[in-house]
């Protein structure tokens, strides 16, 4: 045995020796190929190891900095398979420190897998938006961070600065995965402690508030997330040479917060100092100039003249230099997710409709009903067989027949009654969740919907038509199911149902 022994000996001298190399050179260098390369050799000689005297936490040590070292790689290369490696380093790390006992690299293990699950859900996110697997990937992290935090505070106790800073991870986290009430009695048990501590204007506490304010306004209570939005801004304001793009986040939330609630003029001003501080290169800057557009919008609807004779609606067609014209084909383009027929699919026209003030006047008095929560989402139905509308619309009038979906949406808006459902039924597909109007977020699968508005246009091609609207879809019943039974659509107290299987046409 001794010979063993001696071998193992040298191996984890080796190891220690290299490992320290590899910290030398990614700290000096911030060189993380190189700290990679001499990490992993690190491993391979500590996994050499024949004889086990004891645990001495040297490999639970070893794969935490690997795992972290490819984790950083992989968040600068945007490299989602370099994440997905770190993430099995990490399991492993986390095992090794589990079978050590040892607390504070059992919670650093949790800490970085933790950071690992959000960093992929977030690559995964820019790719295709929102998804099952997406929350489940949060969760995760969100349970891992619970871990972490029970470890750290029995070890460090509730008031020590490693222990409220996870407890801020935590809720942050909770809030990703899409479970606000948790990530608000969370986030407040943050600020419970930090406003004892701190001054009342640490930036510590402008961390917590904006997660906060989007927890509460996901829960329908706008009002408490205004309140914590210009709490945070007040905070951000003071300190911000600091960090102007936090700052610049801040003021976008509270201008979208501004639009929803009915005051497009302030909005505007928030929305503008928002844009200002990213500069023009920022990808938030594009959907700002989209969101101004739609405040400006929304003032024209104030504006618009109260005695107009109720009946009527406008349509004007948007010119394609129009900042929304661009948004939407974007949206169209990104957001198809389905095959597309030989010839490919194209943008022929939009048109942006002014509803009937009376309708408008509707929807507005909805909106103050319920938590409004809005998307941006497609709308595929049918028209009729001797409307022109679609192919010609500046010289053939909409047909305004009630039956034809098209032209009724035009005129009226969406209207849960004899049409509903009309579409579905001729296009095959069942009413998957009881009655009501039937919105998506891939426009592929809205097309499938819009197969009877076709017309085929002088030259040949094929013209569909589909609506986009900002559909108020309140607190949402999610459900995998492909079909709800009535008293399920949607259940009492929510306000919608979500399939998550966008999928499945
Ligand atoms: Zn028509």
Redesign the pocket.
């Known amino acids: 045995m001794g010979g063993f022994l001696d071998e193992d000996a040298v191996r984890v001298a080796a190891a220690k020796s290299l490992a320290e190399c590899a910290i030398d050179r990614l700290q000096q260098q911030g060189n993380l190929v190189e700290a990679e390369r001499v990490l992993k050799e690190c491993v391979s000689i500590l996994d050499g190891r024949r004889y086990e005297k004891g645990r001495d936490g040297i490999l639970a040590a070893t794969l935490g900095m690997l795992g972290e070292c490819l984790l950083d790689a992989g968040i600068e290369q945007k490299e989602g398979d370099k994440m997905k490696e770190a993430e099995g380093i990490l399991r492993r790390a986390l095992v090794a420190a589990e079978l050590d006992g040892e607390d504070s690299a059992i919670a650093n293990a949790l800490s970085e897998l933790s950071r690992c699950l959000r960093e992929q859900g977030y690559v995964q996110m820019r790719k295709l938006g929102e998804s099952e697997e997406l929350i489940t990937k949060l969760g995760e992290a969100a349970e891992l961070l619970e871990r972490c935090l029970e470890v750290r505070e029995a070890k460090l106790g509730p008031d020590d600065d490693m222990v409220v800073g996870t407890q801020l991870e935590w809720g942050i986290c909770l809030s990703e995965a899409m479970r606000p009430a948790e990530a608000v009695h969370t986030l407040r048990q943050y600020l419970a402690i930090q406003d004892a501590k701190l001054d009342p204007s640490d930036i510590q506490i402008a961390r917590a508030l904006r997660p906060l304010a989007v927890c509460l306004s996901r829960m329908g209570k706008p009002e408490e997330a205004r309140g914590a939005l210009g709490r945070c801004l007040a905070i951000q304001e003071a300190k911000m040479c600091e960090d102007v793009e936090n700052l610049s986040f801040t003021l976008h939330l509270l201008g979208l917060h501004l639009l929803e609630s009915g005051e497009p003029t302030e909005a505007q001003e928030k929305l503008r100092r928002s844009s200002a501080r990213l500069g023009p290169g920022h990808c938030l800057v594009i959907s700002i100039e989209l969101e101004l557009a739609i405040c400006r919008r929304v003032e024209d609807h104030k504006r618009w003249d109260p005695g107009m004779p109720v009946g009527s609606s406008t349509l004007h067609m948007l010119d394609q230099h129009d900042w929304e014209y661009e948004a939407l084909c974007d949206q169209f383009r990104t957001k198809w997710l389905k095959f597309q027929p030989p010839r490919g699919v194209s943008i022929e026209r939009i048109f942006s409709i002014q509803i009937d003030p009376a309708v408008r006047n509707k929807h507005d008095r909805y909106k103050l009903t319920v938590s409004i929560n809005p998307r941006r989402q497609f709308h595929g139905t049918s ?2 067989e001797k ?1 022109n ?1 679609i192919v010609n619309p500046q010289r053939e009038a ?2 305004g ?1 009630s039956s ?1 979906s ?2 009724s949406i035009c005129m009226q808006g969406f209207k849960i009654k004899d049409n509903v459902g009309t579409t579905a039924r001729r296009t095959g597909f069942s009413l998957r969740y009881g009655e009501g109007v039937y919105f998506s977020s891939v426009s592929g699968k809205a097309n499938d919907y819009a197969r009877f508005s076709q017309k085929t246009a002088p030259d040949g091609r094929r013209l569909r038509c589909m609506f986009v609207a900002y559909v108020a879809k309140g607190n949402p019943y999610l459900t995998k199911e492909a079909s709800l039974p009535r008293n399920k659509c949607p259940p009492s107290g929510l306000e919608s149902v979500e399939g998550m299987a966008t999928l499945v046409p």
Request: with cysteine; glycine share 0%.
């Open positions: 028209c009729n409307c509308f909409p047909c027949l034809c098209v032209c």
